[in-house]
């Protein structure tokens, strides 16, 4: 009788443990099945946006243009604001030919009806050839993930998606099986 106490009790720490695990599966999983989701819908909408996730866009640094401040290989967020929400010193991404950069807004001008940006990186020693417009600008910088732009870089890919669905469905699968096996 005791030897099945304790095994029917050790049985029942198991399945808290295992319920306790899925939980936290779950809660880490689901949000990034989200917002994954969420990125290839605009993605696939508009193939020529940068997607972002409630105005909010992520972008990892590939260059120590920005450097001490920004290092390479940090993830940055940066946020679309109104035109009136940019001032010089502020950081910005924005469209430089076929890539986005990074960098200080260190003059802004009017020319006619339009606002002009002229940046430069922080670690650069000349100002950035072009000037750039409001149309051009991804989002201001709101903060960065020290070191994890490669780890945002794979948990945003459509692999990831999968995988993370995949792992959710074997965990629901073999879940429903234990339990099912209990209540024979």
Do not use: C
Request: glycine share 4%; net charge neutral.
């Amino acid at each position: 009788m005791y030897a099945i106490n304790k095994i029917r009790k050790h049985n029942e720490l198991i399945t808290f443990i295992t319920k306790i695990i899925n939980i936290i599966l779950y809660i880490i999983t689901i949000p990034i099945i989200i917002f994954n989701f969420i990125i290839i819908i605009k993605t696939i909408m508009n193939p020529n946006e940068v997607p972002d996730f409630f105005g909010y866009k992520d972008f990892m640094i590939v260059s120590g243009s920005m450097e001490p401040t920004i290092m390479t290989g940090d993830a940055i967020i940066v946020k679309e604001v109104p035109e009136s929400e940019l001032h010089e010193n502020d950081i910005i991404s924005f469209h430089d030919k076929n890539i986005i950069t990074t960098h200080r807004i260190i003059k802004i001008e009017k020319q006619g009806n339009r606002t002009l940006y002229t940046t430069k990186g922080d670690n650069n020693n000349t100002e950035d050839r072009e000037k750039i417009s409001y149309e051009e600008i991804e989002g201001k910088y709101q903060f960065k993930l020290e070191g994890l732009g490669i780890i945002i870089e794979i948990l945003q890919s459509k692999v990831t998606l999968l995988i993370l669905v995949a792992i959710l469905l074997i965990n629901y699968w073999f879940m429903s099986k234990i339990n099912g096996s209990k209540k024979v």
